[in-house]
C-alpha cells in the first residue's frame, strides 16, 4: 500500500512519512497541487493524505480535479478546523479529514479505517486481468495468454490507462495531457502512433475476450470481460 503525503511544509511532510513508514505503508511525498496531481497519474496510490492550503493549486481544487478521473481515497488536512472546511472536503469527494495540530498515530488510524471501508477487490490492485490478458502493477510485467509480451513505457502506461478504466472514451489530446505532458510540444499524432502499436501488439500476442477499440470523432476506448 503507497500513500501520497501533501503538505507544503516540509516538517509535516516528514512527520507523517514518518508514521506511514512505520506503519509498513511505502509512501510518495508532494509539497504543491501540482505534483500531487502528476503523481497520482503517473504512480499507484492507494491513499492520499492532502492538505488544504497548499501553493499553486489548493487542496479543495485538487480534490476536484481527481474526482474526475479516479476514486482513491482522499484523507484531507485543515489547520482550522473549520465547519466550512470539513464540509467542503466531504462534498467534493475526500472521504474523511483531520485537522492541525494532529497526533500522527490518529491519522494513521484514520488512513487504516478509510482503506478497511473500501471493497477487498479494490484493495488486491497487484494485478488487472481482462480476458486472456494480465497486467501486473508491480513489476510492469504484461502477460497474453500466460506469455509475456514486450512492451515500451508508453505502450504499457496507455495500456494501464484503458484497463484502469474500461468502457470510458479517452479523447486524443487527454491521453496527451495525460502521459505526454501538458508542455508536450512534438507531433500531436503521436498518440495514434502508440495506440496503433499497442493495438498490433496485443493482437499479434492472441488477445481475446477484450479489444482497444476507436470511438470514431471521440477517441479510444477499452472493451473486455474482467
Not at 478521473?69 to 466550512?84: L, N, Q
Not at 490507462?161 to 496527451?176: A, G, K, M, N, Y
Not at 499497442?198 to 476507436?214: C, D, I, M, V
Amino acid at each position: 500500500m503507497r500513500l501520497l503525503i501533501a503538505d507544503d511544509n516540509k516538517d509535516i511532510r516528514d512527520i507523517l512519512v514518518a508514521a506511514a513508514e512505520a506503519s509498513d505503508f511505502e509512501t510518495v511525498a508532494a509539497a504543491n497541487g501540482k505534483e500531487v496531481l502528476d503523481l497520482v497519474k503517473q504512480d499507484n496510490i492507494s491513499l492520499l493524505l492532502l492538505d488544504v492550503m497548499m501553493p499553486i493549486m489548493d487542496g479543495f481544487s485538487v480534490c476536484r480535479e481527481i474526482r474526475k478521473s479516479s476514486d482513491v481515497p482522499i484523507i484531507m488536512i485543515t489547520a482550522r478546523g473549520e465547519d466550512y472546511d470539513r464540509i467542503m472536503g466531504l462534498e467534493i469527494g475526500a472521504d474523511d479529514y483531520v485537522v492541525k495540530p494532529f497526533s500522527p498515530l490518529e491519522v494513521m488510524a484514520r488512513v487504516k479505517a478509510v482503506l478497511r471501508r473500501l471493497p477487498k477487490e479494490e484493495m488486491d490492485k497487484s494485478k488487472i486481468a481482462v480476458g486472456n490478458l494480465l497486467l501486473f502493477k508491480d513489476n510492469g510485467e504484461v502477460q497474453i495468454g500466460g506469455k509475456a509480451i514486450s512492451l515500451t513505457r508508453k505502450e504499457y502506461d496507455l495500456l494501464y490507462l484503458f484497463l484502469s478504466h474500461p468502457q470510458r472514451v479517452f479523447s486524443r489530446d487527454e491521453l496527451l495531457d495525460r502521459l505526454w505532458g501538458y508542455e508536450y510540444t512534438g507531433d500531436l499524432r503521436t498518440v495514434d502512433t502508440h495506440i496503433r502499436r499497442l493495438r498490433a501488439k496485443l493482437t499479434e500476442a492472441g488477445l481475446a475476450g477484450a479489444a482497444l477499440t476507436t470511438v470514431w470523432g471521440r477517441g479510444y476506448q477499452w472493451e473486455g470481460t474482467e
